[in-house]
């Protein structure tokens, strides 16, 4: 855990070292205190959450500990409404991983590779919305819906999707273009040289070496999706998402059924992050061992 | 010769042309819709007509300056909260995490595994007022009898560093982690202090992370309105309630197209300034790199 890495010759004359070492001690010692603490303030309010998804809770309102119960558990979408709500937020997730990420991935290959009139602006109109609160992001969306009314009603699952869509690009193209950047081109220049077209280079050169960065601005835009209450909320109409169901259970009654799902869905994406590292952990190795890495 | 090199001039336009398209279909076209509903008068009975009618901006700063206020004290505060908690802890785990260093981040994203709904409700339940947290403040003296935490702005700029936190540890782990400890070395052996090695060397070389970080907590942090619902009451409203229940509640449709604007145009001059400040032409794009 220490800094044994980095040496440091003490060279200055010290007068008191011993009270110097201990003081020093002290120091390094506080900081690892203070980051251990700062770690349980982030980790505090999810063990709250996992352990009240146990309690035996006789009123409206999940807020005190009243004994411990798998009843919840056993029952996870007997809330009313719950499961469609769940089932809403997956679709709109799935579809929207799969269109931003495309649509996203497309302009980060654009602009980290060639250089062309109108990539300042370009680059700076993909910032913007990044730079944009949800709620402004969210009310101007609806603006639209409410004047040109697309769907009718003007509001419902298109418009969610569409409003997932259109927050999440931005992140792909950062994610993506991120990944982009250290990239080698030569790589594509010796499979074309070899005879690849250029759909072939693209998908047996370019696609599996950015396909980590893909994957990680993939994963992000689901979590976004699920997650989103702001935007979803304006877009909505009728239809409702977990998010939205959380809300208004929250004006109401807490049921513990949502702290079950939503321990279910955390524990969900962690084997998912854990599985992503190992298998990149195991890609690595493999390379490592390999002398020539598969070109 | 492939398609790659004989057009290379339109090839970068087919790629953009999807994606940019969306965008302007349902980000730039939004925008202006919203700025001709912020200067339309009417009602939702008798319709809406489009008049110029520059005055809902003008009232909306008399009726709502005290929200956009509090929302950027409040921003502001939970901001520099974020960033006092935020670089010890990603200094701790990029310079001693050692083999951990990967698991140690895990636990900083853990809260984002969880909905945001979720993790704000989880608050009340800590904060509530026959809670663990009271009881020990009440118990030490550090509150008064029918003192409470909850509904208060104390509460609501909790929840706030709270909720954007990660947005900060990250990009000021991930500038920490790129220092070549060969500088830290250099530093020491140039006779410089603990102090100096890091007032001059990690400190500086860290400030992309900083600046990267401040700006994605701030950003999200002023436009919030979940954190003084849940946790707050009336008198800690900011500016997203007020535009979220303009729209949603009261079909006040001009006066939150109005106030949403003027929260984005101030958060962008903000931004803009903040990025010429601190200098990242990173901010922009990745060229700088």
Known sequence: ?????????????????????????????????????????????????????????????????????????????????????????????????????????????????????????????????????????????????????????????????????????????????????????HLEEAAQDLGANSMQTFLRVTLPLIAPGVLAAALLTFALSVDDFVITNFNAGATITFPLFVWGAARVSVPPQINVIATMIFLATLLLMVLTVLQQRRAARMSAVMPEPGV | MSLFQRRPGLLPYLLLAPGLLFLLLFFALPLYYMARTSLETGTLFTGYQFDWHFETYTDAIKNYHEQFIRSFVYAGAATLIALAIGYPLAYAIALRGGKWKNALLLLVILPFFVTYLIRTLSWETILADNGVVVDTLKAIGLLGDDGRILATSGAVIAGITYNFLPFMILPLYASLERIDPRMLEAGYDLYGTRRAVFTRVTLP????????????????????????????????????????????????????????????????????AWAKIAGTESLLGAEAR
């Open chain 2, 205 to 272: 070389l860290s400030m992309p992370g900083v600046v990267a970080g401040v700006l994605l907590t701030f950003i999200p942090a002023a436009g919030d309105f979940i954190n003084a619902e849940l946790l707050g009451t009336p008198r800690q409203t900011m500016i997203g309630n007020v535009i979220q229940s303009r729209y949603l509640e009261l079909s006040d449709y001009a006066t939150a197209a109005a106030l949403s604007f003027m929260l984005m145009a101030v958060i962008l001059v903000m931004v803009l």
């Open chain 1, 1 to 185: 855990m220490e800094a044994a890495s980095i040496t440091r010759p003490e060279v200055r004359a010290v007068r008191h070292p011993r009270l110097l070492a201990f003081a020093r001690g002290l120091l390094n010692q506080s900081l690892n205190v203070y980051a251990g603490l700062a770690l349980l303030y982030l980790l505090l309010p999810i063990t709250i959450i996992i352990l009240f998804s146990f309690n035996d809770t006789q009123s409206r309102f999940n807020f005190t500990w009243q004994g411990f119960t798998l009843q919840h558990w056993q029952d996870p979408f007997g809330v009313p409404g719950i499961g469609d709500a769940m089932m809403n937020s997956l679709k709109i997730a799935i579809l929207a991983t799969i269109i931003a990420t495309v649509l996203g991935t497309m302009m980060a290959l654009a602009l980290v590779r060639y250089q062309f009139r109108g990539r300042g602006v370009t680059n700076l109109f993909i910032f913007i919305p990044l730079a944009t609160p949800e709620v402004v992001l969210g009310a101007s969306l609806l603006s639209l819906f409410l004047s040109v009314n697309l769907t009718s009603p003007p509001t419902g699952f298109a418009t969610i999707l569409i409003a997932h869509v259109m927050f999440s690009i931005s992140f792909v193209v950062v994610t993506v273009r991120s990944r982009l950047i250290g990239f080698d081109r």
